[in-house]
């Protein structure tokens, strides 16, 4: 043993020796050994490029003394004793390797050097490490270690396209390398193993990696006396200047940008992009990306604010087809489909549903969908509280409290988007189980800051979940694929001449099972044909006559804040959001309408008007010439027969042989609010009719019923309740008006202005709140939609912003959200 060991030390030392000797260290690289990587549609077609930008060269004594402080700190803290290469790091690295564990790299900033400018990015393989371990050895003698960090400095490539130090400094502060300050240099530093993937502009998960960076890097330089621990106390994150990646396409960078991100997850490195000579193919099919562009573009009068996205999947493979970010890269920094995030609305719907059906309950059950209601858990924030109260649950429609559905079933309250019937439906399968069917589908569970997306609450039904286009689009392509999910990418494949260097994946796992997404689809299809998705309803085949079949949601946020369509046909899943976001204020807003809706007068854009349509322009251009596909056949159980109130009184007449089911008009409603009646009338299966009449009685008393209480009625029946609107009838009927809705949350100028219109008094006070946005209405006395006498005074509680120490984002009230023809 004693013998092989020397025998093999002797060879080893044997080969070191004669590569001593051999080799010299060649010539620099030149411009010439970079290649432009070529990025492709799936059909060939261009798409765009990745090229390295030509790097400005600047000598280390003209930078300050922080700058390559900081790489050292983070990249080689031994770089200016050390001979060139870390013996003990080798060893470390290549027993972990021969073990089996993570692969690891032991270069040092010689060795970086020298791969960059004598040999080239390369595989690094290990007779490339060879090399370049005994080429750093030699320079280390040859060179001294400022010259070394000088050709360090000006070779190694920092992301953005920029090769050196100048030139990221320019691209990253604005500025030149010599004014780089001690938090811009921890930076650049920090990022070095990964710039692409980890630039802030990359969206929350980067800016997360890159402040850790950050720290881990300053903290470094504390230690090794770069920077004092003062020095380190006064630092603050540095702020980027906005970077454009260029192809010429204002629309392609978008996708270029997401073609880095995900190659860089499989360790291809924008460096290697840029250098590398690669060609990329993608899964974007150039027709339904153009088809996007076209169909995403808004009206001249819409809101700039206003910012919509789509994502389009192929269900089979997770093939992203067409992915829409956004109108022009120079103007919008982030992805609106894969980097912003919004409620997701009615479109978390079908999650409750498939949970349901996993349960056997039956498409042919029958929920309380009357409205308004306080169900039993379902609870709002209340700001004087700060707590968790009992709230009100409105439908959509007719306000101020929304259609209502009695006794309807899971099929309808689906097609409709009826909110009361879904949150005791929520209630009955348990919200985490919602939640399990989100995550499941293809919602992550967690954001890049690592909290849950989805809460388990009875409200996580109503979509109060922030999500990425992308999200939903995976979700609603395992219901398309029918239970299987797949992974969304973009890319293909990528090969280096006649080398495949990697292949996008096409695995595919069981996430329901058949006959459960064969009812779902079933009761999506209801959606589009008579309810609120029903402009998607009219895809046709290549025939120009056969219609697809097409399942889908629509999903509307609180105060319509986002605006969601999700659908598919067989072949293909594509979801179409939209949002209002003001960047001053960092609050999402009301989507204010345009086009033919602002012709129509509605105070906001719900999923049931521009996102549906938008949709369905996309996917008549997308679909043109694909075959039409079926849907798995399903054959719905017979509808059960009608259930029986709670105190159910069997009754018959000389004309009818069938059972009718009654029920009494409940006692004791008379002098309560109006909200509290309606919920009981309609706890026992009895549809509420307010009418308004004058009377000395504080506004919204129950004066009575009709039928009055205890009386045996049908189940569904109508009950007139007659409310006190709180003017006496002797007195001379005055000229009433209506407060304005929508005044919550508003800006003070524009709620002031509305109660003008309204012929109101505006009057305003001050709070403070740490929900609402300085300068937008926490709240209204008398109350929105309460009927007042023209001329009246309006109380309008405007935010003075938080207290001291407090802050955060504004609580949702989903109540807002579903169904009717928009919802």
């Not at 320079?139 to 953005?160: A, F």
């Not at 009955?428 to 589908?441: F, H, I, L, S, Y």
């Not at 999923?607 to 322009?617: E, F, I, K, L």
């Not at 059960?640 to 709670?646: C, F, H, L």
Request: proline fraction near 6%; charge should be negative.
């Amino acid at each position: 043993m004693v013998g092989s060991i020397l025998t093999g030390t002797s060879l080893v030392a044997g080969v070191v020796i004669s590569a001593w000797f051999d080799m010299d260290v060649p010539d620099e690289l030149g411009s010439v050994h970079s290649e432009t990587t070529t990025v492709l549609y799936a059909d060939g077609k261009p798409l765009g490029k990745f090229a390295a930008e030509n790097r400005t060269i600047v000598a280390l004594a003209d930078v300050p003394a922080h700058v390559p402080a900081a790489i050292i700190a983070s990249e080689d803290q031994s770089f200016m004793t050390h001979m060139g290469i870390n013996p003990l790091g080798i060893v470390r690295a290549a027993l972990n390797n021969v073990t089996g564990g993570d692969q690891q790299g032991a270069s040092t900033l010689t060795q970086q050097y020298v791969e960059n400018y004598y040999i080239g990015v390369g595989e690094a393989t290990y007779a490339d490490k060879f090399r370049e371990a005994i080429l750093a050895l030699k320079v280390t003698q040859e060179q001294s270690k400022e010259e070394v960090l000088e050709g360090y400095l000006n070779t190694i490539y920092l992301g953005r396209g920029a090769y050196g130090i100048e030139a990221a400094s320019q691209a990253y502060f604005g500025h030149s390398a010599k004014e780089m300050t001690i938090s811009e240099s921890a930076f650049i530093a920090g990022i070095i193993p990964n710039p692409t993937y980890w630039d802030p502009r990359q969206g929350e998960d980067a800016r997360a990696q890159a402040e850790a960076r950050w720290n881990r890097t300053l903290d470094f330089m504390v230690e090794q006396g770069a920077i004092s621990a003062q020095d380190r106390a006064g630092v603050q994150f540095p702020k980027l200047k906005k970077y454009t990646q260029g192809s010429g396409n204002a629309q392609s960078a978008y996708l270029l940008q997401e073609v880095a991100k995900e190659l860089a997850r499989e360790g291809i490195s924008e460096d290697q992009l840029t250098k590398g000579g690669y060609t990329i193919k993608t899964t974007l099919d150039s027709k339904m990306q153009a088809a996007a562009a076209e169909s995403m573009k808004l009206p001249e009068d819409a809101d700039p604010r206003i910012r919509a996205s789509l994502t389009s999947i192929d269900p089979a493979t997770g093939a992203i087809k067409a992915l829409y970010g956004g109108p022009d890269y120079a103007k919008y920094q982030t992805n609106a489909a894969t980097q912003d995030i919004a409620q997701a609305g009615s479109t978390f719907k079908p999650f409750t549903l498939v949970a349901a059906l996993e349960q056997n309950v039956s498409l042919y059950s029958r929920w309380d969908g009357t409205s308004p209601q306080e169900i039993e858990g379902y609870t709002n924030w209340n700001d004087e509280t700060q707590e968790e109260e009992q709230a009100t649950l409105t439908n959509f429609g007719t306000p101020p409290y929304g259609e209502s559905y009695p006794n309807v079933t899971l099929l309808d309250a689906t097609a409709n988007s009826v909110n009361t019937a879904y949150v005791h439906l929520n209630k009955e399968v348990g919200p985490d189980a919602t939640k399990d069917v989100a995550t499941r589908a293809g919602i992550p569970e967690t954001d890049a800051k690592g909290n849950e997306i989805v809460g388990s609450n009875l409200a996580n039904v109503l979509g109060t979940a922030s999500v990425h286009n992308i999200d939903i689009a995976h979700a609603y392509s395992t219901f398309a694929a029918q239970g299987i999910r797949t992974t969304p990418h973009l890319v293909q494949e990528v090969s280096d001449g006649d080398k495949l260097l990697f292949q996008g994946s096409t695995e595919a796992t069981k996430a329901f099972e058949p006959e459960v997404m064969a009812a779902t689809t079933y009761a999506l299809e209801g959606v589009v044909e008579d309810g609120s998705g029903e402009p998607a309803s009219h895809l046709v085949g290549p025939d120009g006559y056969t219609e697809r079949p097409v399942a889908g949601k629509t999903g509307t946020s609180n105060s319509n804040r986002s605006a969601w369509f999700a659908g598919y046909v067989p072949q293909l899943a594509t979801v179409v959001g939209m949002y209002q976001y003001d960047l001053e204020s960092g609050q999402y807003m009301q989507i204010t309408p345009f086009g033919e809706w602002k012709e129509m007068g509605l105070t906001g854009i719900t999923g049931g008007s521009w996102p549906v349509t938008a949709w369905a322009d996309y996917m008549a251009k997308a679909t043109e010439g694909m075959d039409v596909e079926e849907f798995p056949e399903y054959e719905p159980p017979a509808p059960p027969s009608p259930t029986p109130s709670p105190t159910p009184s069997p009754s018959s007449s000389p004309s009818e042989s069938a059972e009718v089911f009654t029920v009494l008009v409940p006692e004791g409603l008379i002098g309560q609010q109006y909200v509290a009646a309606a919920s009981a009338l309609a706890g026992v299966q009895l549809v509420p009719q307010q009418i308004s009449v004058d009377s000395e009685e504080p506004v919204g008393t129950v004066l009575s019923l009709d039928p009055g209480e205890g009386t045996e009625v049908e189940v569904n029946s109508t009950v007139r309740v007659e409310v006190s609107n709180g003017s006496a009838a002797e007195e001379e009927e005055e000229e009433t008006t209506t407060v304005p809705w929508g005044l919550t949350n508003q800006d003070q100028g524009d709620a002031e202005a509305a109660l003008q219109d309204a012929e109101l008094t505006p009057v305003v006070q001050e709070a403070p709140s740490d929900t609402v946005a300085e300068g937008r209405v926490i709240s209204v006395d008398p109350g929105e939609g309460t009927e007042v006498p023209i001329g009246s005074e309006v109380t309008l509680v405007v935010s003075t912003g938080p207290e001291e120490g407090g802050g955060g984002d504004p609580s949702p009230d989903p109540s807002d959200d579903g169904g009717g023809i928009f919802g």
